[in-house]
């Protein structure tokens, strides 16, 4: 097959100048995409430039041209992928709670495929690496963590939080994402919507939740207990 070679296009990761041609959107998505899958398949460990660009049909140069290594490809896939869908990113049914688990279970579906292995293989490398810790909290992590806080204020501003209880608002976003990785790391327990459930109705006792006010009681039926024509109701 006939590989996509760099045409017009976009600019550079990590803020470095373009490097000769600039390149072609269909390759860069096709490069995106193909780190992505590869990951999700074969895992960080096995990630390579020449499988990247094989699985793309791109040269090999054109890659190496724009991302010099397989971490600066997976950074710009994990930047790109929220503005995929930034209705996701940044919800506002105004139900606060409502809004947290939105933005979690999002957040939560993506690291159960590729994104999963991704951020796991990025982190660990960060770990020795003070010029990826620093990209990957900057352009991966902290747009997450800016997104819940914001919804968190809001709720604040809002009346639905008083921020009265025993944790800061970014002690309360550290809780809710932290948890996150613990999970992803250990592995001992599943990322998914019931977690981000949890973590919404947790958030409220830590901060402190407005309690909402009781809805009234249905009235009982007919000949139900405490209904009108059972023989409990006269006696209450």
């Given at each position: 097959?006939?590989?996509?070679?760099?045409?017009?296009?976009?600019?550079?990761?990590?803020?470095?100048?373009?490097?000769?041609?600039?390149?072609?959107?269909?390759?860069?998505?096709?490069?995106?995409?193909?780190?992505?899958?590869?990951?999700?398949?074969?895992?960080?460990?096995?990630?390579?430039?020449?499988g990247i660009?094989?699985?793309?049909?791109?040269?090999?140069?054109?890659?190496?041209?724009?991302?010099?290594?397989?971490?600066?490809?997976?950074?710009?896939?994990?930047?790109?992928?929220?503005?995929?869908?930034?209705?996701?990113?940044?919800?506002?049914?105004?139900?606060?709670?409502?809004?947290?688990?939105?933005?979690?279970?999002?957040?939560?579906?993506?690291?159960?495929?590729?994104?999963?292995?991704?951020?796991?293989?990025?982190?660990?490398?960060?770990?020795?690496?003070?010029?990826?810790?620093?990209?990957?909290?900057?352009?991966?992590?902290?747009?997450?963590?800016?997104?819940?806080?914001?919804?968190?204020?809001?709720?604040?501003?809002?009346?639905?939080?008083?921020?009265?209880?025993?944790a800061s608002?970014?002690?309360a976003v550290?809780?809710?994402?932290?948890?996150?990785?613990?999970?992803?790391?250990?592995?001992?327990?599943?990322?998914?919507?019931?977690?981000?459930?949890?973590?919404?109705?947790?958030?409220?006792?830590?901060?402190?939740?407005?309690?909402?006010?009781?809805?009234?009681?249905?009235?009982?039926?007919?000949?139900?207990?405490?209904?009108?024509?059972?023989?409990?109701?006269?006696?209450?």
């Amino acid at each position: 097959m006939k590989k996509i070679e760099s045409g017009s296009g976009g600019g550079s990761t990590d803020g470095a100048p373009p490097r000769g041609r600039p390149r072609s959107e269909a390759a860069r998505r096709s490069v995106l995409d193909a780190a992505l899958e590869l990951c999700r398949r074969d895992g960080y460990q096995e990630l390579t430039i020449k499988g990247i660009a094989d699985e793309a049909q791109v040269g090999r140069q054109t890659v190496y041209r724009w991302w010099p290594t397989k971490q600066d490809v997976l950074l710009e896939v994990l930047t790109e992928l929220p503005h995929r869908s930034p209705a996701e990113l940044f919800p506002d049914t105004g139900d606060v709670y409502r809004d947290v688990e939105e933005l979690l279970g999002h957040t939560f579906r993506l690291t159960r495929g590729a994104t999963g292995r991704a951020v796991v293989g990025l982190m660990a490398d960060a770990q020795a690496d003070a010029s990826l810790a620093r990209r990957l909290q900057e352009e991966v992590i902290a747009p997450r963590r800016a997104a819940l806080r914001e919804i968190l204020e809001r709720g604040v501003e809002r009346g639905q939080l008083r921020q009265d209880g025993p944790a800061s608002v970014d002690l309360a976003v550290d809780f809710a994402f932290g948890v996150m990785w613990y999970r992803l790391l250990s592995g001992h327990a599943p990322v998914d919507e019931p977690l981000a459930a949890e973590i919404a109705a947790a958030l409220g006792p830590l901060l402190g939740s407005v309690a909402a006010p009781a809805a009234p009681a249905a009235p009982a039926a007919p000949g139900s207990p405490g209904g009108p024509g059972s023989e409990t109701a006269g006696r209450r």
